[in-house]
């Protein structure tokens, strides 16, 4: 391997040297980028709101005066363009593909900001769309960006395990909602997340649709049943809880692009713990 130029994060050679590295999984920025803290919000089912979660997050460190990006990891169902209002095609240069920009300054690369379409279908196998996911973190000119939220697809599948294994993650977040399965769907995430080999730290879990405000007397109501959330936490050893409502208001400022408005309270602090990284 006398052509060897040690980046083994653009390589595709099985050589020793990449097979005993400690960093030979981990995919190389490009010269000049700058990501500081990379945090993968996940979840061990589908339909928790895990892109809601991921887009409150980003916009709550932008608004704290950090620059926060997002890459949407869900490439075969992307909806983070939509709750920040993006829409287009990505531009890009000699170096690399540019983020778009949100109008809080929010950084987005997805696969629906590449389509031609947004309502194309991706029909692409595992392997495919974990290499997609690998160029979204070294194609891309992320430029001097605190926080990079990934918004992953839900399971324990190919893409998660791409991310743990080529992404330099600081921490992670996990998502759920309360139903009884609540405590099977979050040790999945937890037991993937703590696996030998990846070791992710835990940050917090979210418990998405957790509680409704009655309009008239102003009591939260259980809609989906008790919350669990504390005591999943308190089982895995996860530090911080958050409960997100269900409001009618949050579903009208996503759909119509305006995540970024959305005040969120209850993440103060999940986000407050992020800061401490």
Not at 130 to 139: C, E, H, I, K
Not at 163 to 174: F, M
Not at 193 to 207: K, S, T
Request: with cysteine; aromatic share 6%; glycine share 10%.
């Amino acid at each position: 391997m006398s052509s060897c130029d040690h980046q083994c994060g653009s390589c595709g050679q099985d050589c020793s040297e990449r097979t005993q590295s400690g960093e030979s999984l981990k995919a190389s920025l490009l010269p000049g980028a700058s990501v500081k803290k990379v945090i993968g919000v996940v979840s061990g089912k589908g339909g928790v709101g895990k892109s809601l979660v991921t887009g409150l997050l980003a916009s709550k460190m932008q608004a704290r005066g950090a620059h926060a990006a997002v890459m949407d990891a869900d490439v075969t169902g992307p909806s983070i363009p939509r709750l920040f209002g993006l829409s287009g095609r990505l531009m890009g240069d000699e170096k690399g593909f540019i983020p778009a920009r949100s109008a809080g300054g929010v950084d987005v690369v997805s696969m629906n900001l590449i389509l031609e379409k947004p309502t194309d279908p991706v029909v692409w196998r595992g392997s495919i769309v974990s290499g997609v996911v690998r160029q979204f973190w070294s194609d891309v000119v992320w430029k001097d960006v605190d926080y990079l939220f990934i918004d992953m697809p839900p399971g324990t599948g190919d893409v998660a395990l791409t991310v743990y294994q080529s992404l330099p993650i600081d921490g992670i977040v996990i998502v759920t909602s309360p139903q009884e399965l609540v405590s099977m769907i979050v040790a999945k995430a937890v037991n993937m997340a703590r696996l030998e080999g990846l070791d992710m730290n835990i940050i917090g879990l979210v418990e998405n649709y957790s509680y409704s405000i009655c309009p008239h007397c102003g009591e939260p109501i259980s809609v989906f049943g008790e919350s669990q959330v504390a005591e999943t936490a308190a089982r895995f050893g996860i530090p911080h809880v958050a409960r997100l409502p269900l409001e009618p208001a949050i579903a009208r400022a996503c759909d119509a692009g305006g995540v970024e408005s959305i005040a969120s309270p209850w993440l103060d602090e999940l986000a407050d713990a992020l800061e401490t990284l």
